[in-house]
């Protein structure tokens, strides 16, 4: 049994395979986790839902994600999107730990503003040690959020709730990301040494030959070498350098190939293998869309102009 992963596709499920009462919106409902009683028979079983998660513990709560588990003695928020496999790791009795969980369904949001924009949340898909640390304060105003939700969904549901409870949602979200921001400030030395790393990475990954060999290098090669997750490390780099994984990468391409342009005689064509691309034009469009001239009109051009030939 314990082998097998159970999906829960609705918030009515959830609240019948952990015993809760029957929940007051069928799309969204907020669990007091002091009140959730986690028997033995529910440690190492897996479970994928199709609801994200927000969640606001106090203390190591025994959630597994992925391969990792949640284990803070303090204030955190952590986030869990769709379809990512999650088990309990141990058992938990009544009152033992503090703090709450807001589940939702895509439906909730389907046709509003945040149903367009969810994606841009990047730590929804963030790994569990990236979790946010809250200070009091955050942690007061996230809960205040959660409670404006938790009085809609339990005694106002008429046709303006569902534009109510989003609202709510994005603006917990939106608060969210401000404090992921101050966790990023706060953390500047230790992300400037992950940003040095990176750069490392990269550039042993050029001098060894995997550009040609391997191809590209990919946002999970970088995340997996750095032990961060690819949305979270993107995220961090972007804060720090003002450029996501994959526009560093594209720049570094482009400034090895300019240097190759000009100092080798190989065809175009050449220069792209080289640089892990299997089809040219491939490399032609990113060098034009960079520079705004191909490949070729940037050799011709910067060859012509350093020709002191032509001075003659």
């Known amino acids: 049994m314990k082998q097998e992963i159970q999906n829960i596709k609705s918030i009515s499920q959830l609240h019948q395979v952990f015993g809760f009462e029957k929940p007051t919106h069928p799309l969204i409902s907020i669990i007091d986790v002091s009140k959730w009683q986690i028997p033995e028979q529910y440690v190492g079983v897996k479970y994928t839902s199709e609801l994200y998660v927000v969640g606001l513990k106090d203390k190591s709560c025994g959630l597994q994600y992925g391969r990792n588990t949640y284990d803070f003695d303090e204030g ?20 033992e730990i503090r703090g709450w969980m807001l589940f ?13 924009k969810i994606e841009n949340y990047g730590f929804f898909s963030y790994d569990i040690y990236e979790a946010l640390h809250l200070s009091d304060a955050e942690e007061k105003t996230i809960t205040n959020c959660k409670a404006m939700i938790q009085n809609e969904i339990s005694e106002r549901i008429d046709n303006h709730s569902q534009t109510v409870i989003s609202s709510s949602l994005e603006l917990l979200l939106n608060l969210s990301r401000r404090y992921y921001e101050r966790q990023f400030n706060t953390r500047s030395t230790q992300n400037s ?5 990176f750069h490392t990475l990269l550039n042993s990954y050029y001098k060894n030959g995997e550009f040609a060999e391997t191809g590209i290098p990919s946002v999970e090669y970088f995340s997996e070498k750095i032990h961060l997750s690819g949305n979270y490390l993107s995220d961090l780099l972007k804060k720090e350098t003002g450029l996501a994984i994959k526009d560093h990468v594209n720049n570094f391409i482009v400034e090895k190939a300019k240097t190759l342009l000009l100092r080798e005689n190989e065809p175009v064509s050449g220069i792209a293998y080289h640089l892990g691309f299997n089809y040219p034009h491939y490399f032609g469009r990113l060098f034009k869309n960079k520079t705004g001239l191909t490949p070729q009109e940037y050799r011709q051009s910067t060859t012509k102009k350093y020709d002191i030939s032509t001075d003659v």
């Open 76 to 95: 955190i928020l952590f986030f869990t999107a769709p379809n990512q496999v999650q088990s309990v790791s141990k058992t938990q009795e009544l009152d």
């Open 104 to 116: 939702f369904h895509p439906d909730l949001i389907r046709n509003t503003s945040l149903g367009h």
């Open 193 to 197: 040494d992950i940003v040095s790393k």
